[in-house]
């Protein structure tokens, strides 16, 4: 992996991890909040191995990048899992701050339903 291409893969392991804090933080600021369907906290508690997953994966391509090795796929792997950070923390910025609110209106119709439910909409 020369140049170029690993610096555009470290690029999007950096900017996926950034996603998953801000994703955790969003979380974390619902942790008091009743009312949150489970399947977000099941979610959140697998946040920060994944992102130890990929700062320990980014450490491995920037040692490679520097021998010269390169990843095959390796970058449209890291635009998928991008693409996938950012649905999910659009979905946990939509719903938890429903949840935040007093009547807790936002949550009546969630309880109970999967993640994959929740982000397909009504």
Not at 8 to 22: A, M, W, Y
Not at 55 to 82: F, H, L
Not at 107 to 113: A, E, F, K, N, R
């Amino acid at each position: 992996m020369a140049g170029v291409e690993g610096l555009t893969i470290l690029g999007s392991i950096s900017s996926v991890i950034s996603i998953i804090e801000g994703t955790k933080q969003i979380y974390n600021t619902a942790t008091n909040s009743q009312g949150l369907p489970k399947a977000f906290e099941e979610v959140a508690i697998r946040l920060p191995i994944v992102e130890t997953m990929l700062a320990s994966a980014q450490r491995g391509i920037a040692d490679a990048a520097s021998k010269g090795v390169y990843y095959d796929g390796a970058e449209d792997t890291m635009k998928n899992c991008k693409g996938k950070a950012e649905r999910l923390q659009e979905l946990f910025q939509v719903v938890i701050p429903q949840t935040m609110l007093p009547d807790k209106k936002g949550t009546s119709q969630l309880s109970g339903l999967s993640v994959e439910e929740v982000e397909s909409g009504p």
